[in-house]
């Protein structure tokens, strides 16, 4: 059986979000644990951890199914040492709160070095995650491939391959595949021998054992131009034949795929149906 799921607002609260994901078609859904356009992060009530706990139990979602992704103004390859201490201890937060609902994985976009260069980014991202990986525990993060603009480390395969590698705690980082910063970055996943030489190069860099999460996304922009424009599945440059192709590989079926496109009107419902149609799960 796919897992697959969106990403589900908050506001209703934690505990509302695993009987939304059901109510969609889902089995598997992303969330903020806060505001993803500020600073600052509350931790939640115990009360509303315990009725999180249940409702993902009532409605049969496993948490290995349940993401949380790290708050937009976080940047770990930032040379502001402001920016990057601020980063750092919001993400520490955000992996508090996971903890507490019982959600195994927090995605995080490695960063950019906004010019100071890919060497030194680097080493504030590898610094930043041994900083996050000393004050949390049973937290794997997840690292998010990019699109190739702004000074963003990570959008090719190597380049998380070299973050973990280089990591005091490798055993606790994962990866995020997501297909439309994937295909601003040169990774075709329309044609088999393309997702068949992705899937090699994810072996090769960090082994696919480490891809825990697939965030589905068409893209805007065409092949290789890096905008990181998400657009619905199947009215992008990736079309209902390129995920098609993408989602028939064993390997990317057996990932929860997470719908982060713009049009989210009845919350992904539709989407999700859609999706399912491509692999004739449904009429």
Not at 34 to 48: D, I, M, Q, V, Y
């Amino acid at each position: 059986m796919i897992k697959i799921g969106a990403h589900m607002p908050i506001s209703y609260g934690f505990e509302k979000v695993p009987e939304l994901t059901v109510e969609i078609g889902g089995n598997a859904f992303q969330i903020f644990s806060h505001s993803p356009r500020t600073w600052r992060a509350g931790l939640p009530s115990k009360e509303s951890c315990e009725k999180f706990k249940i409702f993902m139990n009532k409605c049969a979602i496993p948490f290995q199914n349940a993401f949380c992704h790290t708050g937009y103004l976080i940047n770990l390859a930032s040379p502001k040492e402001d920016i990057w201490t601020k980063s750092v201890q919001l993400m520490i937060i955000e992996g508090k709160i996971c903890e507490m609902l019982g959600i195994p994985y927090l995605n995080v976009h490695p960063g950019s070095h906004t010019g100071s260069g890919e060497r030194e980014g680097m080493q504030r991202i590898v610094r930043a995650i041994d900083e996050f990986m000393k004050n949390t525990s049973n937290i794997t993060l997840l690292l998010e491939n990019v699109s190739p603009k702004g000074g963003n480390i990570g959008y090719k395969m190597h380049q998380l391959g070299q973050i973990i590698k280089s990591v005091s705690y490798p055993d606790r980082i994962g990866v995020t595949y997501d297909t439309c910063h994937g295909f601003d970055a040169g990774y075709d996943i329309t044609t088999k021998e393309g997702v068949t030489k992705l899937l090699d190069e994810m072996e090769s860099a960090f082994g696919l054992w480490r891809l825990k999460m697939i965030h589905l996304n068409d893209s805007k922009a065409p092949f290789g131009k890096p905008l990181d424009r998400h657009e619905n599945i199947g009215k992008g440059y990736i079309g209902d034949e390129g995920f098609r192709n993408f989602l028939s590989f064993s390997q990317i079926q057996s990932v929860p795929w997470i719908l982060e496109t713009p049009d989210s009107k009845d919350l992904y419902k539709t989407e999700i149906k859609h999706v399912k149609s491509l692999l004739g799960l449904i009429e």
